[in-house]
């Protein structure tokens, strides 16, 4: 969250810096168009968030159309608005009625609303973009999830031979060392591959409970806050899996 949030906050300083140079460039002061800048910036980051955060998801993405076209014109007026009531106010206070100093060409509705309108688009096409790399990765962890299950076995070396034992035989792996001990219903056997490795290539029916213990939650028959019972065995749940494996077990 706090990640999120300094982004933004960055983001923003760089939209910042991009209106003081783009109005500074055309004006005689660079402080003045800094201070214009910081006026209208509020302006931008309200048109920017409802628009995307509300007008988009609520109506675009619903096919509310005739609402969202609505609304939309309603946020053009009123930014527009806005707008001109800053640039009004920045050429009384700030430029002193000083024409000279503010190109006032720069101040048009149609050059303000421009800029403004770029800014949002151009962060709802960033966003998009994001949006869509996430739902993508999404996906792909789907598809690997259902090509574990369709799969249903873990196949490893041990002594030398492949092994293979089907998900629903698997009862937990204990990590010993440089070795993994595979316990399933019919025996155990041990690998010299890790038990990440291993537990990276099964489905999300087993869990890892400890740094050295990851168990299969339907072979579960018992548990508390400090160990679970599979079978006649008792495994300790290390401190740093507590939380998530009581939830996922409670749920």
């Not at 421009?114 to 973009?129: D, E, K, Q």
């Not at 990851?214 to 072979?219: F, P, R």
Request: proline share 1%; aromatic share 14%; net charge positive.
């Amino acid at each position: 969250m706090k990640k999120r949030t300094l982004v933004h906050i960055l983001f923003w300083l760089v939209i910042l810096a991009f209106l003081t140079i783009y109005f500074g460039a055309q004006w005689k002061s660079r402080i003045l168009a800094f201070y214009f800048s910081s006026m209208l910036l509020p302006i931008v980051v309200g048109t920017t968030y409802y628009f995307n955060l509300r007008l988009v998801p609520k109506y675009f993405l619903t096919g509310r159309f005739s609402h969202f076209g609505l609304y939309f014109f309603y946020l053009l007026v009123i930014s527009l608005y806005a707008e001109m009531m800053v640039a009004l106010l920045s050429f009384v206070i700030l430029a002193n009625y000083q024409a000279d100093v503010m190109n006032l060409g720069s101040l048009s509705i149609f050059n303000l609303g421009l800029t403004l309108y770029a800014i949002v688009f151009g962060t709802s096409f960033i966003r998009m973009g994001i949006q869509f790399r996430q739902h993508s990765a999404l996906i792909e962890e789907l598809k690997e999830e259902a090509e574990k299950k369709a799969v249903g076995t873990l196949q490893f070396k041990s002594d030398r031979k492949n092994v293979q034992i089907a998900f629903s035989d698997l009862l937990y792996l204990e990590s010993l060392n440089e070795q993994v001990r595979v316990v399933s219903v019919d025996g155990d056997w041990t690998t010299r591959e890790k038990i990440t490795h291993l537990h990276d290539r099964l489905s999300d029916d087993f869990l890892r409970i400890h740094r050295s213990f990851v168990v299969n939650k339907h072979k579960v028959s018992s548990f508390s806050r400090t160990e679970i019972q599979v079978g006649d065995i008792e495994l300790p749940i290390g401190r740093t899996y507590k939380k998530e494996v009581v939830e996922e077990l409670e749920g």
